[in-house]
């Protein structure tokens, strides 16, 4: 049964900095894209990055580009996203995602990936 399970989340002062986790269990996801997806209250999920688990690849959406940073460590088979500078407008449940199959490309799509964690809160008070 595969499993992803996030972590990391909480409250932080503007400015601040966060590292969410996500463990993957149950398999392991070479050559596919894995990703962090957020949802704020009233808003659809959106796309934050993701990463191939073998090449290590990455995309980013325009949002967090310069200040989150996506990687995996294969040995804990774990994924990880690093947040500098954050502002009240990340404040959402941020998602961890992986695909079953392997494709081209890193999509931002939520559709594109198959498992999905709990979501883990993440506020950012100004």
Known sequence: QVQLVESGGGLVQAG????????VSGRTFSSRPMGWFRQAPGKEREFVAAINWSTGSTDYADSVKG???ISRDNAKNTMYLQMNSLAP???AIYY???RNLVRFGL????????Y????????VSS
């Not at 999509?107 to 198959?114: L, N, T």
């Not at 999905?116 to 506020?123: A, F, K, N, P, S």
């Open 16 to 23: 601040g900095s966060l590292r969410l986790s996500c463990v």
């Open 67 to 69: 200040r989150f940073t």
């Open 89 to 91: 407008e990340d404040t």
């Open 96 to 98: 961890c995602a992986a």
């Open 107 to 114: 999509p931002r799509k939520d559709y594109e990936y198959d």
């Open 116 to 123: 999905w964690g709990q979501g883990t809160q993440v506020t």
